[in-house]
């Protein structure tokens, strides 16, 4: 089993979190993909859904998910498991900001209502 040192991991920095990816088929060989999400304070992502369900352990902070038209408050040590084709978005607190372990099958791929084709993102692939 390989082992990926911390300074190896891939960042991968959007407008809205910076996702450092602990494993995937580029990153370790995995079949499952493996990150951590870090928000700043106030920082929310866009309304979006994945093609496979995907875990959230929350691990600093707090966020508010917006999972299908319920909001959850999420804050360390509890995990959202986000079904397959679920609407979603996360807030961050707007004081301490969030840091989340995400967990989902490799080639997981990501749509926005209205939007085109899913992609497969950066820090899953």
Do not use: C, K, Y
């Not at 840091?99 to 692939?125: D, H, K, Q, Y």
Request: net charge negative.
């Amino acid at each position: 089993m390989p082992v990926i040192r911390h300074a190896d991991s891939r960042r991968t920095t959007t407008p809205n979190a910076v996702m450092t990816t602990h494993a995937s088929p580029t990153q370790g060989g995995s079949t499952l993909a493996v990150w951590r999400v870090e928000m700043a304070a106030g920082a929310a992502g866009p309304q979006h859904s994945f093609d496979t369900e995907q875990v959230w352990t929350a691990v600093d902070g707090g966020a508010t998910v917006e999972l299908d038209g319920e909001a959850l408050s999420i804050r360390p040590g509890d995990t959202v498991v986000m079904p397959v084709g679920a609407q979603r978005r996360v807030v961050a607190d707007a004081t301490a900001g969030f840091a989340a372990v995400v967990a989902a099958p490799a080639g997981t791929r990501a749509s926005v209502p209205g939007g085109g084709e899913p992609v497969l993102p950066a820090w899953i692939a």
